[in-house]
């Protein structure tokens, strides 16, 4: 993995040109002010300004050092007290080490011979003539009154810390004789310091992170057991430090409407997506190919989807072999405390990846009834929203932000949506008990879900469950399932709305134990059909034929003692199919007698 994010980091990944300036030694910095200082070291002014990107030294784990001619002002001035003198000291070693270059002199001047009115003077007019204490914390550089470019700026200075930089390297590189374990070459040395730290990653309280620590029992990631004493150059520890900080951040920002029109600004990532308070995924492709499936997942629009699924069951071999050649990539990252954890690695040729969009896309459609369309139609859940049915509520009716299986759940639909693996059955469990605790029960999302679980898990073999309400030849437990919500509609026919119907007292009983459970369920049903048929007694005859009909394929007598967890599944499945379609077929007779 750490190969693939340092090829990402050594790819010139926003368009810019090659320019001398592009190197190792170099990085670039924000910078928050200027000191304008005369060529005789005389201190000028402070010009703060709003934070922007500068070329300077790169630094890696900056803690002990300081930046040739950009720093804080610990550093730059010793400002702070005790705490700064070292850091101050630091900076000006790094300026006797540069002093031959006459670039420099101006600044020496200013901090040694002409000491009065430059370093002692600025030190004075500092918290004057910075009022922002933004800009206090900042980057600050030195600039020649009257000169537009900063002297850290300047080409000869810039020169000059690359081949400082090349002259280390090389004596390292000739002290060692290891090859870097990601590049496999030895043109950078490999050196026993922290990498660079990784910004973004959610989760806990820290905001910066390592991901590769030589730090013991530091590095705590199943995956990547092992790299543990590996061996990473200083050029790969770089670009793959920078590689993952631009997955984690890149995006631009986007305008959103809510529902009343008014608009919101949002930050749209390009590369990432988060799931709960601790987890984010980025993912890119080697060719850096747009990914309007990703969005697919989190957002399917039904005409785009049908679109993949025609376009990736009738693809031309030309274009799998346009696709194979790219590589689709993404990793799963988890904060806690200093460290990341890598719960997942994905690697699949984007050709297989788009095969397994559009799979994911059909084990995951389901019937759902529209009352505004007064239609059923084909329901894609949204990736998260399948994760979140697996989430436990409150007893308000909220989300359980505790419940840490929503970003574990999530990393494992990704993984499955994505490589077209099957889930674990733990899922199963979990979203059954949610839709027993539940007040809403099975909902569409967690019938998709069950659907995809047990689908991927039967591999074909067994019984499939299909988008629509099953016909023929199917499972006891199916069959129960769609009794057991036959015979919640005759209650509701007799009783009306009550607060606790059959379903709230009897369905996890009735999926798990079937035999005690329905033997109960009819001798409630006989009285129900009984209040009914002197009611209305047209719709309890229909109803009773229609309960009568389903009681036919299987032997009422004999129900298994218990259902298994996949029987289980199949239950709440054959009774959500079996809702949809009483909501379908029940609708459709109402609007043909209003015609
Ligand atoms: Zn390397």
Redo the contacts with the bound molecule.
């Keep these: 993995m750490i190969k693939e994010v340092s090829d990402l980091g050594k790819t010139n990944r926003d368009g810019k040109t090659d320019n001398e300036w592009i190197h190792d030694a170099l990085k670039e910095e924000p910078i928050s002010m200027e000191i304008v200082i005369t060529k005789d070291g005389s201190y000028k002014e402070f010009k703060p300004f709003e934070k922007k990107m500068t070329i300077a030294e790169a630094i890696t784990a900056k803690k002990g050092k300081a930046r040739l001619l950009l720093d804080k002002v610990e550093e730059v001035l010793c400002y702070g007290g005790e705490g700064s003198k070292r850091k101050h000291e630091l900076f000006l070693e790094k300026l006797t080490k540069y002093q031959d270059l006459c670039e420099l002199t101006p600044v020496l001047a200013f901090y040694h011979e002409n000491k009065v009115n430059g370093v002692e003077k600025a030190l004075k007019e500092f918290e004057a003539a910075v009022p922002d204490e933004k800009n206090r914390k900042g980057n600050i550089a030195f600039r020649i009154f009257g000169e537009g470019i900063r002297i850290h700026e300047e080409p000869e200075v810039l020169r000059r810390i690359i081949s400082e930089y090349e002259a280390v390297q090389k004596e390292l590189l000739a002290n060692t004789e290891k090859k870097?374990s990601?590049?496999g070459?030895s043109d950078?040395p490999v050196e026993d310091i922290p990498h660079g730290m990784i910004k973004k990653v959610p989760g806990g309280q820290a905001r910066d992170r390592a991901l590769v620590s030589y730090n013991e029992n530091a590095f705590e990631s199943y995956e990547l057991e092992g790299n543990n004493n590996s061996s990473?150059?200083t050029?790969?520890a770089r670009t793959y430090v920078e590689g993952l900080n631009w997955l984690l951040k890149e995006g631009n920002e986007i305008i959103l409407q809510n529902k009343k029109g008014k608009e919101k600004k949002a930050f749209r990532y390009a590369h990432r997506k988060n799931f709960g308070s601790d987890t984010a995924m980025v993912y890119w492709t080697r060719k850096n190919a747009k990914l309007s499936e990703i969005d697919q997942l989190e957002a399917p629009n039904p005409d785009d989807v049908a679109r993949l699924i025609e376009s990736v069951a009738t693809g031309t071999a030309r274009d799998s072999r346009h696709l194979e050649t790219d590589q689709f990539y993404s990793c799963t990252l988890s904060g806690s405390a200093a460290r990341i954890a890598v719960r997942d690695w994905i690697e699949t040729s984007l050709y297989d990846f788009r095969r397994s969009v559009a799979q994911w896309f059909k084990d995951i459609a389901i019937v759902e009834y529209d009352a505004d369309l007064k239609r059923s139609k084909t329901h894609y859940a949204r990736l998260y929203d399948l994760a979140r049915s697996c989430q436990r509520k409150n007893s308000d009716g909220s989300y359980d932000k505790d419940d840490t299986s929503l970003a574990r759940v999530a990393t494992y639909l990704w993984n499955a949506a994505l490589k077209n693996t099957s889930l674990p059955l733990w899922m199963l469990t979990k979203v059954l008990q949610r839709a027993r605790l539940d007040q809403y029960g099975v909902t569409v999302d967690r019938a998709a879900l069950i659907k995809l679980i047990l689908n991927r898990h039967s591999k074909g073999g067994e019984f499939m469950i299909t988008e629509k309400i099953e016909q023929g030849l199917r499972p006891v437990a199916y069959v129960c399932g769609q009794i057991f919500a036959k015979l919640e509609s005759i209650q509701y026919a007799a009783l009306g709305d009550r607060n606790s119907g059959i379903r709230e007292r009897y369905f996890t009983y009735a999926m798990t134990s079937p035999a005690s459970a329905f033997g109960r369920l009819f001798n409630l049903n006989s009285k129900h059909f009984t209040k009914l048929k002197n009611e209305k007694p047209g719709l309890a005859i229909t109803l009773d034929k229609e309960l009568r009909a389903l009681c036919k394929d299987v032997d009422i007598n004999s129900f298994p003692a218990t259902f298994l967890l996949e029987e289980q599944g199949q239950f709440a499945f054959g009774y959500y199919h079996q809702k949809q379609a009483q909501f379908s077929g029940t609708k459709s007779k109402e609007t043909k007698e209003e015609v």
């Design positions: 870097c990601i590049c070459k950078y990473i150059c050029n790969c």
